[in-house]
């Protein structure tokens, strides 16, 4: 069965710190790309950041580079999220997604909030 299980969310003011952590299970973690997306109130759901679990390349979006770092633990098939310097505008549900690198189905994890406030 496959597995994607966020934790690491919460209640953080502006300009704090929150870990996302992914703990994934029934698949091949080197065959997939792995990534954050999040979804706002009222917003649709836009990509992050993400991870090849074959060779660490990464990508993460305009909007959180410099301060948000993805990162994984393939012994753990784990992947994570440091984020930094936290804005309001950072308030979202935080999604971890698995991609195959060739074709194939993708799946998700439930979510875990992440509020920031002012």
């Known amino acids: 069965e496959v597995q994607l299980v966020e934790s690491g969310g919460g209640l953080v003011q502006a300009g704090g710190s929150l870990r996302l952590s992914c703990a994934t299970s029934?698949?091949?973690?080197?065959?997939?790309?792995i990534g954050w997306f999040r979804q706002a109130p009222g917003k649709e759901r836009e990509g992050v950041s993400c991870?090849?679990?074959?060779?660490?390349?990464?990508y993460t979006a305009d909007s959180v580079r410099g301060r948000f770092t993805i990162s994984s633990d393939n012994a753990k098939n784990t992947v994570y999220l440091q984020m930094n310097s936290l804005k309001p505008e950072d308030t979202a549900v935080y999604y971890c997604?698995?991609?195959?690198?060739?074709?194939?189905?993708?799946?998700w994890g439930q979510g875990t909030q992440v509020t920031v406030s002012s």
């Open positions: 991870i090849s679990g074959r060779d660490g390349s990464t």
């Open positions: 029934g698949f091949a973690f080197d065959d997939y790309v």
């Open positions: 997604n698995a991609r195959p690198s060739v074709v194939g189905i993708d799946y």
